[in-house]
């Protein structure tokens, strides 16, 4: 696996791609990483320093813990401080800030607040605590989808009682279509999310190619995925095509990964959903099905209605939408660290603000 | 390489449990705690000075002019107590041997204090204090004294551990994190962060088709022999200014930290080549799959040393010829440039910044 890996990091592949870039680009084309993986390593990597000048890279909305309403930082926050409750998520929500408090907070004055690399081990922790309520948080796009799926079908396979799931998923392209639909919508091409591509196949994002006129790449994590997908948009551009080109035949399927998309069409149904820093968003989300309704903590847990407060100073919004950049935020590294996150994007390993944090490039 | 995650193929080697356990009685005076002390921790360590069982150990080492006493102490709590390449009793030989050693100090003494929860099986603490026995005698330090205690269950979890160390600095080294300068070489003598990724696959339950294993080990080997080829194995070695300005053990933090708090204490920057940097293949896809940075990966038996330029070569050849430093490589420099700060060049050419991380990144590794 990791010379497969090697391969993508390969300087002198990379050298020869960005060679090329600057020989075909002759228009300036803003391009859209939509994940926040790819986001983290472009920065990482200094892709974006050695583009040439016409070329805009903006980060897009694809971190999940980013785009999870206040509202229900502050629901998970509120189930977390109950006794019977053992409150899990996968680790970057911990400290994510909701209105008042964070779940790593509420762990320090004594919520039993773990962090998981998996919901199954949760439905473990539900079958040996039967005295307790074991709590997911299920954050994620349609990647993290399937595993919560299958979760939910253990849980209720086992007939445990005990087990719920705090549901916030989104999915990848109804937020493409929502920032293409918008009057100040900038972006011109896309670099579509790997994994989750992986996992949906790409009609959903031929369609949209077609309807709005834009390139697509789905493209892998690595320097030389980056820039080939770069490459690949580049050239559609000059050349006037808009479609959908998969670089990262290696792991994409057009037809994506059937048996999981399965999973999640039997255990959730697409409804509408609130995205920070987009506003709601029609069916944009996943929801329990009303089979599966024993599940939802939402429905469980009398939550009552929580009125959320952002950070004032916090743009994590225009962020998430590609207007701004996390150095064009007032806050940014002054008031608003990874130590003192204002906003879901300075917390995630997948956030904009938290990707150029790490590489202080506000310390040069 | 392959790699699963699968928490049913768990293999940290944890002991059998068997009937007989830590009591609280094991602590207090009573004859429990004499069979404790006497029958497990005198012998284990074998030291005449231990054997007395004063309340202190009386110490005589022959100092000769210009060598001073280097002492030091650190608290082990890693969790769990046993892992592959290791346990809770090698780091805490090890990592107090090292911390002396980083000073450029021969180990010569330790003392050890035992805080154990009731409840602890026998037989894990008899394991933990075997482990302790060999790693002192490997590091050829002497345990002189040491202390137990029994506290409740729920006051501490299983075992924690705290050693001190005394050691002897040659005459003429001084060794110290503010003596970087510019054009100096930074060197590791291995792999990153081996020790730390081995704990997080135990504690997560990750089982790699290679094991991952703790590197700890005692460097005062290791540094013996860089003394020497810097030319300050010997008597009056060049101060401040000697080849060799500074060593760290990247532990907690990794070298990511180590670096950042030579660069500060130095006033310099410091640029690190990311095609340099030695990261194990399993270690290296368990970083991977956990997106974890071994920069900031704990070690458990690895150093950093900054060296003149000419000695470099030197150092680094010498390194190479001692086991521990067979994979010893230099990874960067010491520039004038954005002092305080620690750049990496990554392997497409941009420079980033290396900064502390914000958070934990593993709870309780050592």
Redesign the interface.
């Known amino acids: 696996?990791?010379k497969y890996?090697d391969e993508y990091?390969d300087?002198e592949l990379?050298?020869r791609l960005l060679g090329e870039i600057a020989a075909v680009a002759r228009r300036p084309l803003v391009i859209m990483e939509i994940c926040g993986g790819h986001t983290h390593a472009i920065?990482?990597?200094?892709?974006d320093?050695?583009l040439p000048e016409q070329i805009e890279l903006v980060h897009g909305p694809g971190c999940p813990v980013c785009v999870t309403p206040v509202e229900l930082v502050d629901k998970a926050v509120a189930l977390a401080g109950r006794p019977e409750v053992i409150f899990t998520s996968f680790g970057d929500m911990l400290?994510v800030p909701g209105s008042r408090e964070s779940l790593?907070m509420v762990r320090s004055r004594g919520g039993d607040v773990r962090s998981l690399?998996?919901p199954l081990?949760a439905v473990?922790l539900a079958v040996r605590h039967p005295d307790r309520q074991v709590v997911f948080f299920a954050v994620g796009f349609e990647t993290t989808a399937p595993g919560n799926a299958l979760a939910v079908r253990q849980a209720a396979r086992l007939g445990l009682k005990n087990f719920s799931l705090l549901v916030s998923h989104v999915l990848v392209p109804p937020a493409i279509t929502a920032l293409l639909a918008s009057p100040a919508n900038r972006v011109q091409a896309f670099i579509a999310p790997g994994h989750v591509c992986t996992v949906t196949g790409l009609e959903e994002y031929e369609a949209i190619a077609a309807g709005y006129r834009v390139p697509i790449v789905p493209a892998g994590f690595e320097?030389v995925d980056i820039l080939a997908a770069i490459l690949l948009l580049v050239r559609q551009a000059e050349a006037g095509r808009a479609e959908v080109e998969n670089e990262y035949s290696r792991s994409v399927r057009r037809e994506g990964n059937p048996a999981a998309r399965r999973t999640v069409a039997e255990v959730f149904q697409v409804s509408d959903r609130t995205w920070r820093g987009l506003g709601q968003i029609p069916a944009s989300g996943l929801t329990l099905r009303p089979e599966f309704a024993a599940f939802d903590a939402e429905q469980k847990f009398d939550l009552s209605p929580i009125q959320a407060e952002e950070s004032p100073l916090c743009i994590s919004g225009a962020i998430l939408r590609g207007e701004k950049k996390p150095p064009q935020c007032p806050a940014f590294g002054r008031q608003c660290?990874?130590?003192h996150p204002l906003g879901a994007t300075m917390v995630s390993?997948e956030g904009a603000c938290s990707a150029y944090f790490?590489?202080?490039?506000h310390?040069? | 390489m392959s790699l699963s995650i699968k928490p049913e193929d768990f293999t940290c080697p944890l002991p059998q449990d068997n009937s007989e356990t830590v009591q609280l009685a094991h602590g207090g005076g009573s004859r429990l705690a004499a069979e404790l002390i006497e029958k497990m921790l005198v012998p284990a360590f074998a030291d005449p000075v231990l054997a007395r069982l004063e309340d202190q150990a009386v110490l005589n080492p022959e100092l000769a002019a210009g060598e001073r006493l280097a002492f030091t102490t650190d608290s082990f709590v890693v969790d769990p107590l046993f892992f592959p390449g290791g346990s809770i009793g090698e780091l805490a030989i090890n990592g107090t041997v090292n911390d002396l050693a980083m000073g450029g100090a021969r180990p010569l003494y330790l003392s050890t204090a035992l805080i154990i929860e009731e409840g602890l099986p026998l037989e894990w603490l008899r394991r933990v204090v075997a482990a302790m026995s060999a790693a002192a005698a490997a590091a050829r330090v002497r345990v002189v004294t040491g202390d137990t205690k029994v506290v409740g269950r729920g006051a501490c979890d299983k075992l924690f551990i705290n050693t001190s160390g005394i050691g002897v600095v040659p005459s003429g080294i001084e060794l110290s994190a503010a003596n970087l300068r510019p054009g100096d070489q930074i060197i590791i003598s291995g792999t990153m962060a081996d020790h730390g990724m081995a704990i997080m696959s135990c504690r997560q339950g990750l089982s790699f088709v290679e094991a991952l294993r703790s590197d700890t080990a005692a460097l005062d080997g290791l540094v013996a022999v860089i003394l020497a080829a810097a030319g300050m194995g010997g008597r009056e070695s060049g101060g401040p200014s000697g080849a060799l300005r500074a060593m760290r053990d990247p532990t907690r933090g990794g070298v990511a930290a180590v670096l950042s708090e030579m660069a500060r204490a130095s006033g310099v920057g410091v640029v690190i080549a990311e095609e340099s940097l030695p990261v194990a293949d399993p270690v290296r896809g368990a970083c991977e799959i956990l997106g974890i940075d071994p920069l900031f990966v704990a070690n458990e038996g690895k150093l950093l040393a900054v060296v003149a330029p000419e000695a470099a070569t030197p150092v680094l050849n010498a390194m190479r010829a001692h086991p521990l430093g067979r994979q010893a490589v230099i990874i960067g420099e010491v520039r004038a440039a954005n002092p305080g700060l620690v750049a990496l060049r990554t392997l497409l050419g941009p420079h980033r910044i290396i900064d502390l991380p914000a958070g934990e990144l593993l709870p309780r590794i050592c």
């Open positions: 696996m990791l890996l990091r300087p990379a050298r920065i990482r990597s200094g892709i320093r050695l400290r790593a690399y998996s081990v473990e320097p660290t990874p130590t390993n790490n590489a202080q490039r310390r040069f």
